[in-house]
Structures are given as structure tokens and as C-alpha cells.
């Protein structure tokens, strides 16, 4: 039976950990936090999974919490009137303002409930977990014991052992300062009261604020989540170490930049003590093989390799992704060598999907040139436009078919539109 160690119990190593398991392979997972600490620790992110890598999980029938969860049906994009200047105080109204129908439900599960309960089901399913924060020299010890060595430790310290590859990472500094919030007592959009959705506010020249409806320890929740462009007016959160006061500036913030969003928040409350987080990280891409110390080399999964700015909601989606590409890679090599080679191919079966989560992402994080301000304006007024747009979500190659050439935006906007009569 062939041994493989998965360092780092997230999206990727655990969907990873509990697929080999069940295709028989000997299957070490080491996490530097026990189930427990996960499902009583802090927030880690607002991970709303769309079709493609939720089926995934369906595939390994590790959706446990899918009854329970609530169903985003649609995604909704506003723009607050950019006329008023980011640090101007009087009150802000809407220039756009519409939602498109997403063809399959999208979902957002908590991951200190998805983690905790993921790593359970390894352990009761006979696989072996060791809790321990790994350390490159663990690595190298431990390399020699296993056919293959795959690092899923997101964006922790093991990042280093992989080299940053320039060509694919635009930037290097960090695009966005983020500040999540996790609450009950959020009121439905009236816009929609029927179906629920994931509102994506855009305020021009400050950056943007997403309400995620989502399931976490004390059931379903929305979760407040503001990215602020650097050193402007949403930028305010480092230093809060209080909880409530995250909550109070999330609000603050939100009456003064998206009041529509504000007038339905008036009466929530966090969902527990640690359901806050704040932070900032660079977007960035490296080069999947690492080297250890005396010669054997690990491969790189996931946010380790592909790491990118959450504003599109697309991490969780791509660890999903790559450990459903990996797994395939690793099935379909049988006894052979995980070598080199192997490797590398490996990663790029799972760039040619991460490639257009990348392009897209990097697109949205600096301001959008005209062509695509007039396709977000026009999906209010075409609905084809709209859910083409929001569909995107669950699969943005798709946005290479019309969204970065202007020429190509205009000819599909009046397509939709002589289609829908407009
Ligand atoms: C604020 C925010 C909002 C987000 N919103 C969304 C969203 O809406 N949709 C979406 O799809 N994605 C979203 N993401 C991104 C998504 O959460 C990540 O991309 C995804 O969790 C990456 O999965 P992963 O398995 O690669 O890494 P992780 O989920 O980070 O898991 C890595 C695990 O490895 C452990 N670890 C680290 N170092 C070690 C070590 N040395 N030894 C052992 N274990 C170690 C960590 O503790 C962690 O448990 C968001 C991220 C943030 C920060």
C-alpha cells in the first residue's frame, strides 16, 4: 500500500487526506491544531464554495453539512456613487444595483465546523493524525518514510520552502486589508426577500464589502466581510483586538459607505467570541516543488502554491479544485515514481484551471478599466449579462471569453441584449 504524508488539515489536505483514504492509501495527516482547537479557535475565512467544488466534496460524500446550510442562490453586485469622495461624509446611495440567479446553489460552511468534523472522520476512518506544527527538518525525516510528501499548510511559515515565481504573481505587497464578522440577526435584502444571495458591494476608490450567508458552530449566520484598498478609509481594523469593537467599526463603516446594507444590520450580534478576524497577505504564486534539505523533494497544494486575494471568494474553491486534481494525478500514477516530473505535471493540471482564478482575481484588485465598469452597469438592465457574470464565480475561465478584451465585452453585451429584447 502506497504511504503519503498531507502536512496541513485545511480545504485542500484534509479533501485530499479523506480521498486517498478512500481509494486505500496509507494516509498520514499532520496538523498543527487537534479538531478541537479548530472548531474553538478563531475564524479562518468566508469560504463560499460554488457548484464545481462542492461536488467535489459530494464526490467523496463528505458534504455533511449540506441539509443544514443555506442555499445561495444568487449573487449581487451594488456600487455605491463613486461622485463622492472615499472620505466624503454625507450619505452614499447606489449607481448599480442588481442580482443574477447563480444555475447551481453556492455554500458557505464554517470551516472550524467543517475541519474539526473532516478531521474526526479521517481519524474514525483508521487514518493516522499526529498533531504537530512541521518544521522543515520534520519534513526531511520524514520524507524518507513516505512515497510522497504533499504540504498543505495554506500561507504559514512552510510557504518558504517554495520558491515565489514572479512571472505569475503581479504583486507584492498586499492589495487588500481584511475584516470578517460572523452574525445573527442579519434582515433579508429586500431586493430579494425570497432566495438568498452573496451581495458584493463595491465602493470605488476604498474597496469593497461582501455579506456571505453561511453555517457556523451555532447554525446558519451572514458574515460581514470588508476588503479595504491600503492606507484608505476602510483600512482601520489592525490593532483591534476586542471583538465587539471589530463589530462596531464593520457597522460604523457600513452606515457611512453602504448605507442600504447598514439598514438591515441594525440589530446584529456576533455569533460567538471568535467570530472576528483581520489581516492582509500578498497574492502570490510559487513554484510547486519544494527541495528539502538533504535532497527529497515535497509538492506544493493549494494555497502553498496558488494563493490569492479573497476578493473574489475563490481560495476555498481552488483548494478544492487542486485536491480534486491532485487526487486524480496520484490515482492514475499507480506504483510508479512520484518524481520530479510527475509532480510538476501534477501542478499543471491544476494551473490550467488556477490560471483564470488568478487573471481574474489580480483584475479585480486594481480600478476596472471602462469596458468592464460598462458590463457591470449593463447586467443591471440585461439579466443574461448578470447571471453570465455571477456564474463566473464557479467557473472564471469563462471570463476569458468575453471580459478582458473591450472588444469582445461589447460584442457579447449586445448579443445578451438583442437575446433578451433590451
Ligand atoms: C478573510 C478571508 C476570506 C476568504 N473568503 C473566501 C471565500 O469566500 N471563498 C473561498 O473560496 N475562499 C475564501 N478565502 C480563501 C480560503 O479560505 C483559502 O484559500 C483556503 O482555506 C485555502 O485552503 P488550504 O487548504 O490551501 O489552506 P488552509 O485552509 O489555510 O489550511 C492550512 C492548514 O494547515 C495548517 N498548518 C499551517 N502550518 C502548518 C504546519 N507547519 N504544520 C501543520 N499544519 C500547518 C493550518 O493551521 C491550517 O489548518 C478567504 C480567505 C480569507 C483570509
Same mark, same amino acid.
Given at each position: 500500500m502506497r504511504k503519503i504524508l498531507v502536512v496541513g488539515a485545511g480545504q485542500a489536505g484534509l479533501q485530499l487526506a479523506l480521498g486517498l483514504q478512500s481509494q486505500g492509501y496509507e494516509v498520514t495527516l499532520m496538523s498543527n491544531r487537534t479538531a478541537d482547537e479548530i472548531r474553538n479557535g478563531r475564524v479562518m475565512s468566508t469560504q463560499c464554495m460554488f457548484h464545481t467544488a462542492l461536488?467535489? =466534496?459530494r464526490d467523496l460524500q463528505i458534504n455533511f453539512w449540506e441539509s443544514q446550510t443555506p442555499r +445561495? =442562490? !444568487? /449573487? !449581487?453586485v451594488s456600487v455605491a456613487d463613486p461622485s463622492l469622495a472615499p472620505d466624503s461624509p454625507e450619505v452614499r446611495g447606489r449607481v448599480i444595483d442588481w442580482v443574477g440567479k447563480l444555475d447551481n446553489y453556492a455554500q458557505s460552511v464554517d470551516q472550524r465546523v467543517k475541519m474539526a468534523g473532516w478531521m474526526e472522520t479521517f481519524a474514525q476512518r483508521g487514518g493516522q493524525l499526529v498533531i504537530h506544527g512541521a518544521a522543515v527538518s520534520d519534513l526531511d525525516f520524514f520524507a524518507r518514510k513516505y512515497d510522497l510528501v504533499l504540504v498543505s499548510a495554506g500561507k504559514g511559515e512552510l510557504v518558504s520552502m517554495f520558491e515565489r515565481d514572479a512571472s505569475r504573481s503581479p504583486f507584492d505587497t498586499p492589495m487588500r486589508s481584511l475584516a470578517v464578522s460572523y452574525v445573527h440577526g442579519l =434582515?433579508?435584502?429586500? =431586493?430579494?426577500?425570497d432566495f438568498d444571495a452573496v451581495r458584493f458591494n463595491i465602493v470605488p476608490g476604498a474597496g469593497e464589502l461582501f455579506m456571505i450567508p453561511g453555517y457556523t458552530l451555532t447554525g446558519p449566520c451572514d458574515i460581514l466581510f470588508w476588503e479595504g484598498i491600503p492606507g484608505g478609509p476602510l483600512? +482601520? @481594523?489592525? !490593532?483591534?483586538k476586542d471583538p465587539n469593537e471589530h463589530l462596531a467599526k464593520t457597522l460604523e463603516l457600513m452606515e457611512r459607505y453602504t448605507p442600504w446594507e447598514y439598514a438591515r444590520a441594525t440589530k446584529v450580534e456576533l455569533t460567538d467570541a471568535r467570530a472576528t478576524l483581520s489581516g492582509r497577505y500578498p497574492p502570490t504564486v510559487r513554484k510547486p516543488i519544494g527541495t528539502l534539505?538533504? !535532497?527529497g523533494l515535497? /509538492?506544493?497544494v493549494a494555497d502553498v502554491v496558488v494563493a490569492n486575494d479573497p476578493i473574489t471568494g475563490q481560495g476555498?474553491?481552488?483548494?478544492?479544485?487542486? *485536491? *480534486? *486534481?491532485y487526487l486524480a494525478s496520484i490515482v492514475e500514477h499507480g506504483d510508479k515514481l @512520484?518524481? *520530479?516530473?510527475w509532480m510538476q505535471a501534477t501542478f499543471d493540471r491544476y494551473w490550467d484551471t488556477a490560471q483564470h482564478v488568478t487573471k481574474w482575481t489580480n483584475a479585480l484588485l486594481t480600478p476596472p478599466p471602462e469596458h468592464i465598469l460598462n458590463l457591470i452597469g449593463a447586467a443591471g438592465q440585461i439579466p443574461p449579462v448578470a447571471e453570465r457574470f455571477v456564474n463566473g464565480f464557479d467557473d472564471p475561465s469563462d471570463f476569458e471569453n468575453y471580459l478582458y478584451d473591450p472588444a469582445k465585452t461589447e460584442a457579447w453585451i449586445g448579443e445578451a441584449a438583442a437575446k433578451a429584447g433590451a
Open positions: 461536488q467535489y =466534496e +445561495v =442562490e !444568487g /449573487l !449581487g =434582515e433579508r435584502r429586500p =431586493e430579494h426577500p483600512d +482601520v @481594523f489592525e !490593532g483591534i534539505p538533504s !535532497g515535497v /509538492l506544493g476555498s474553491n481552488s483548494a478544492s479544485k487542486c *485536491a *480534486a *486534481a @512520484f518524481d *520530479a516530473d
